[in-house]
């Protein structure tokens, strides 16, 4: 039996004295007593931090006391009062004041208080708050801190004392041995004396010959030590030597650089929301700032000790000892740990508290702070992640300069290893935390804000400029023509597709975005996209010739609005493909998972989440495969690492596509597999449909009511039949002549679709032939009809002879078999060819039929098949669907791999052949066809052979009659034609910096070299003239000709210049400098800071995010971020999975380049100022460059 709790009961009286006579704070309050509803009116007295209370203002023994140390006090709203009316019982109780008192440990019930007076109440609430300490609390915890880091000092110290008496150890050994040979020279001096006071009496002759001897002597002796050390510093040891120092002194200033972004992430963020959550009205909790910056304050203190003493081995320099400096870092990455492990979840809280507009209004306050230089608190929180990487660089490149003999190389060697641990980590949580970055990024660009970015599920697909048609009356497109210069400049559009959101925003010329007033964001469940114009509409009809057929439309219905049409026009055929084939798979996947929770929600209680917890294929780890916590587009866990199988297992499963994953695995696929094994895989979807899917998969996939079964309702309206749908109409709608009534699909969203059952409804159409699809025809959403079939009487008559021919084709494809097509209720088979039923309306067709009473136009033969109908329509559509995106955004797959592009042609012919084919599916297998085998006539851009080539060009001008605009618009036309004809693949592999690089990544290399050779041209001009007016001149054009580059967002040009500028031989030249204007050297800075390397190129990475396309970054940004990732990270675990989080990163870094490839200037080219640009016999080599400039200006006597 446990003891009850001594304490000193006289004590306790003696201080109930005290309270009485000398109390803080001492008046009646009324006290809850336990009963719900009584309150006892009793006198408090508080002294210190203990709260006594009395039965009365003269009772001696209190009745009670509270301990208030690390409570909290606030005040609570009057309760409801049941039995008083409503006259003056009612206004009493307003007038008084409640509060209570919440003691921080469990078990202890709050101290329900209330008073007569309102200021009364708050001197009580003031006088508890004081008595609770809460404030010495917070600054006991920064004391703490301050404690841990003044420890972790002590410690440093202590190791510096130690190895500094070890140094003074040594000094005295080498004192001591320094004294004994001064000894032993002194006895020899000793034992000369008798030989030297000969020589006084030699001849003056031949002290003058020994004297000549003696120079000469000392003469050889100096030239042969001079020659030494000239080999020596000439050597291969020596240039390593060098290189080792640099690398030191550059991980200095990075390492001083990192110092300042942890310093302003604690105290510009950190301290001040700490702050923030202890005031009265906190727009964040306690719990909220710990979980968003986790250890980052034990990082910074970390890291300042860790600068300190790469600066203390600076002061030491030439000898450099940095591996203990190592040996002390490494034990406390398990800090690093920390942090990694809980990044993911840490952004989640940042988004999620975003939501709050007081805690974001105060955010942004913080972030226009000047030191955060515009970046966001997420950018912040992302620099430790990347700071290990970058440490394994820089341990890689002093091990490649560290003879295999020094001293350091084993512990050197022993950090990397342990570092390269914590980055595979690092790598992951980067990967799976890269889309709500990005997400916040775009988020803060947009000056209204977008409350949908800070959804954590929703994920970014894609981005780029598009032109958006200004008026669209009544279906019609306006009388515009796009070549028009205001069409152009004023309907530009910054566009950004989500998986669930397309959003259109216009930039302004700060850069930031602004969200279009209406359709500015467009709900893609509300969007039916359509690709091409209805062929019978004139108007639209014109409006493709005169768009070049780079037009595309998207059709919204918002439930709530009216409907209305967004017309979007692409730079290129290319680029339209690609938009099209991404909005299509959102839009697809946003359908199908919306139908699939209807279909499994009434057929089987099985809703989707349920469905993917029963498959454990789909989120349990098992020996080749490792999931992710983060969710991609589908709800589904994305994949950390798997084997081949399980990739184009996921790739293949007809029941989820994300539109993320197919992104990543066309971009990567060539790491760990090969296009015949993708294809192949394709072609035995298709061909055997049924092998797709595990057992377990198809057992929930066609899960079924046993007690609906049974159920064969007479009148041919079952539950299942009746389902209504109100948005949107399915995927990309096709306007064709067809004479058949065009069947409409349209599903809910998952959250409001849980009335009704399904319903195919036919929209209504005139006794014209054609049918325009029309938003407003829908029918209204009362009304449900049961499946019926479009009437045929016309169908006939107008069917073309090519659908003729199929219908009657012998040939044979193992797709739906012929009795499984759908009839019309007087059993009349309909003709396939005219039918609109779209792949997603086959689905619901025959997912209604399942389990139940066979639906109007279905008999039990046909009923029994439905399963197999489904399955194989959908293994259609899947690899339709993957090849369409394939084809249209990586077409040099295909132009360098001609069997592979035969295989692709000779699968789709066989597709072709299949006449159970939906009209859908066969428009799409001819788009793609159409795709592969035409040759590519939308590339008439030019191409730097081409250039080179040119033999006709009258001769070229020189440099002082062209105008620096004309340079800038030609040097921005090459850099791009060489950026955009860099292949994907050559990113994959790190094939720049392999011994064949020039075989493995020719045009990355054909990158560097033109790079080289611009840089080059403008030293070499400015060294050309031998006064100092004109280098003067030319060094102002050149930078005016940055400066253009600059605003025709060519930043490759810009670097281009400034570092032909800043080379030793043009740098040095102060009287040329000198005669420089004050502007231009301000412009120069300002473009040199623009493309500083500084902070991984933080200010061109702004300056690219707030920029519209066309542009042309630097090339080396990117190989850069692309060997961070290589370098951390293999592409295979040690059981042969592939690392498909480092994929992920890959991808999402070449889907950025690529969007500046596909974007081209409209720049004429001028073959006259291109042919002086590529005029390599005017460039001059570096050394000879470097002895001009001696000549110009020679070195001063030292």
Known sequence: MQKSVRYNEGHALYLAFLARKEGTKRGFLSKKAAEASRWHEKWFALYQNVLFYFEGEQSGRPAGMYLLEGCSCERTPAPPRTGAGPGGGRDALDKQYYFTVLFGHEGQKPLELRCEEEQDGKEWMEAIHQASYADILIEREVLMQKYIHLVQIVETEKIAANQLRHQLEDQDTEIERLKSEIVALNKTKERMRPYQSNQEDEDPDIKKI?????????????????????????????????????????????????????????????????????????????????????????????????????????????????ADLFDILLPMLNIYQEFVRNHQYSLQVLANCKQNRDFDKLLKQYEANPACEG?????????????????????????????????????????????????????????????????????????????????????????????????????KLSKVRLGSLSLKKEGERQCFLFTKHFLICTRSSGGKLHLLKTGGVLSLIECTLIEEPDASDDDSKGSGHMFGHLDFKIVVEPPDATPFTVVLLAPSRQEKAAWMSDISQCVDNIRCNGLMTIVFEENSKVTVPHMIKSDARLHKDDTDICFSKTLNSCKVPQIRYASVERLLERLTDLRFLSIDFLNTFLHTYRIFTTAAVVLAKLSDIYKRPFTSIPVRSLELFFATSQNNRGEHLVDGKSPRLCRKFSSPPPLAVSRTSSPVRARKLSLTSPLNSRIGALDLTTSSSSSSPTTTHSPAASPPPHTATVLESAPSDRAGVEGSPATEATEHSPCRSPSTPRHLRYRQPGGQVADNAHCSVSPASAFAIATAAAGHGSPPGFNNTERTCDKEFIIRRTATNRVLNVLRHWVSKHAQDFELNNELKMNVLNLLEEVLRDPDLLPQERKATANILRALSQDDQDDIHLKLEDIIQMTDCPKAECFETLSA???????????????????????????????????????????????????????????????????????????????????????????????????????????????????????MDKLQKTVSSEGRFKNLRETLKNCNPPAVPYLGMYLTDLAFIEEGTPNFTEEGLVNFSKMRMISHIIREIRQFQQTSYRIDHQPKVTQYLLDKALIIDEDTLYELSLKIEPRLPA
């Open 210 to 322: 020994k004297k000549v001897q003696s120079f000469m002597r000392g003469w050889l002796c100096r030239r042969k030590w001079k020659t030494i050390v000239q080999d020596y510093i000439c050597s291969p040891h020596a240039e390593s030597m060098r290189k080792r120092n640099q690398i030191v002194f550059t991980m200095v200033e990075a390492e001083s650089e990192y110092v300042h972004q942890l310093y302003i992430l604690v105290n510009g963020f950190l301290r001040p929301l700490r702050m923030a959550a202890s005031s009265k009205k906190p727009p964040i909790s306690h719990d909220d700032v710990s979980s968003i910056f986790l250890n980052s304050e034990t990082i910074m203190f970390l890291h300042e000790i860790f600068h300190q003493g790469l600066k203390a081995r600076i002061a030491n320099w030439p000898t450099l000892i940095l």
């Open 375 to 475: 970046r966001m608190l997420e950018t912040f929180l992302t620099y430790p992640m990347f700071q290990i990487p970058r440490y394994i660089i820089t341990l890689h490149e002093l091990l490649a300069h560290t003879p295999h003999e020094h001293v350091e190389r084993k512990s050197l060697e022993f950090a990397k290893s342990k570092l390269e641990e914590l980055s595979r980590v690092m790598h992951d949580e980067v990967s799976d935390t890269e889309n709500i970055r990005k997400n916040l990024a775009i988020e803060r660009m947009i000056v209204e804000g977008c409350d949908i970015l800070l959804d954590t599920s929703q994920t970014f697909i894609r981005q780029g400029s598009l032109i958006q048609v200004p008026s669209v009356e009544r279906g």
């Open 965 to 1083: 605009m004309e340079m800038a618009e030609q040097i921005t036309l090459l850099d791009h034609i060489v950026f955009r004809s860099i292949p994907y693949e050559e990113f994959l592999g790190q094939g720049w910096m392999k011994l064949d690089k020039n075989e493995r990544t020719p045009y990355i290399m054909k990158t560097s070299q033109h790079f080289n050779d611009m840089s080059n041209l403008v030293a070499s001009q400015i060294m050309n003239y031998a006064d100092v007016s004109s280098r003067a001149n030319a060094i102002e054009k050149w930078v005016a000709v940055a400066d253009i580059c600059r605003c025709l967002h060519n930043y490759n040009g810009v670097l281009e210049i400034t570092s032909a500028l800043n080379r030793s031989a043009i740098y040095r030249l102060k009287k040329t400098w000198a005669k420089v204007s004050k502007q231009t050297k301000a412009l």
